[in-house]
């Protein structure tokens, strides 16, 4: 009786009730129960190796603790500690992917955080075969990688990091289907896929977000209007750079491209994302946009403006004329 007490004790009290910093505990794949035990008493974590093994075999657990990194503090009781190991409840680390990122930038960050190798990210990233699967257009899951923070053991891989952005990807379209459902409805002929190349090619352009609309409906105006000349060229600086970076093999300006864009570039047809000489939209996304973008591109703000240009504080003088265009040009050049 006296030895239930003290287990029974033991299991609910915690080694140290003031413990606030936790400590990284790993447990590898098949790890023996006293080892994990001998390094919890090691790390100061409870009080005693062997009572602490004697309470997981007598609630079933010994043969249950899941491997992988934990935070565990000696504020946690034996019964909170085993619990957690049981459970698999991990050390979460933070990727953050910011809007606009391609999925080139994408594999960088996921590198960094050693989610897996660049090389690892961009093979499941571009994989045709699952894209087909998914029921999606295009040859990659470029604009479909959803940009926000996620949470990822040390254990992930890059392939379950595009799963799970895909995964949000498909949940937060469903809620801009459902806030714009009317313009959706209006969009006849357009393609989820179109939807979201536009969308992608709005991210790159709205350096701030109250332009996102804004620049949405230049670039519907230069689809749809027959008074922009060349005919329902976006003429957009973005698409020819992915272009330089998704495809530099198929147009010879790309060459040498350092991340600027040059005259030769906006003039070669080969490129087969160059809006300047290619009519309506690119072959695919050109990044990952996100919601507001998505927003956007379903419903664009009404207006009479076909062109913009950058006019300092990341904002954009926008005009109606070619002329007025010219001007704003000028003046930008000459910084006024």
Not at 117 to 128: G, H, I, R, S, Y
Not at 229 to 258: H, I, M, N
Not at 269 to 281: A, Q
């Amino acid at each position: 009786a006296v030895i239930v007490f003290e287990l029974k004790l033991f299991a609910s009290t915690p080694a140290d009730k003031s413990a606030s910093a936790p400590v990284n505990i790993n447990i590898r794949t098949g790890q023996a129960l006293h080892t994990t035990a001998e390094i919890l008493y090691r790390e100061n974590i409870i009080k005693n190796a062997i009572k602490f093994v004697l309470i997981a075999r007598i609630k079933g657990y010994d043969k249950r603790l899941q491997a992988g990194e934990y935070l565990l503090s000696a504020s946690m009781t034996p019964l909170q500690l085993l619990d957690i190991m049981v459970k698999g409840t991990v050390k979460l680390y933070k990727l953050t992917i910011p809007e606009g990122y391609n999925l080139y930038q994408i594999a960088e960050s996921v590198n960094t955080a050693n989610f897996g190798t660049k090389m690892d990210f961009v093979q499941a990233a571009t994989d045709t075969t699952r894209v087909r699967q998914m029921g999606l257009e295009g040859e990659t899951f470029e604009g479909y990688l959803f940009p926000d923070t996620y949470e990822f053991d040390d254990q992930t891989k890059a392939r379950r990091v595009v799963e799970r952005m895909l995964t949000n990807w498909s949940r937060r379209y469903e809620e801009v289907q459902e806030e714009h459902e009317a313009a959706l409805a209006a969009l006849d002929g357009w393609s989820t896929h179109d939807i979201m190349t536009l969308a992608s090619i709005v991210e790159k352009e709205a350096a701030v977000p109250s332009e996102r609309a804004t620049i949405a409906g230049v670039f519907w105006n230069r689809l749809r209007s027959r008074r922009f000349l060349p005919r329902r060229r976006l003429q957009a600086d973005p698409t020819v750079q992915y272009g330089c970076v998704a495809v530099p093999e198929a147009a010879p300006s790309c060459a040498e491209y350092d991340g600027r864009i040059t005259r030769a570039m906006l003039d070669d047809p080969d490129n087969p994302y160059n809006t300047y000489r290619h009519s309506g939209l690119p072959p695919g996304p050109i990044c990952n946009p996100g919601k507001a973008a998505i927003a956007a591109a379903i419903a664009p703000e009404d207006h009479d403006y076909y062109y913009f240009v950058a006019r300092g504080s990341r904002r954009h003088h926008f005009s109606k004329t070619l002329r007025q265009h010219n001007i704003a040009v000028r003046r930008n050049n000459l910084g006024e």
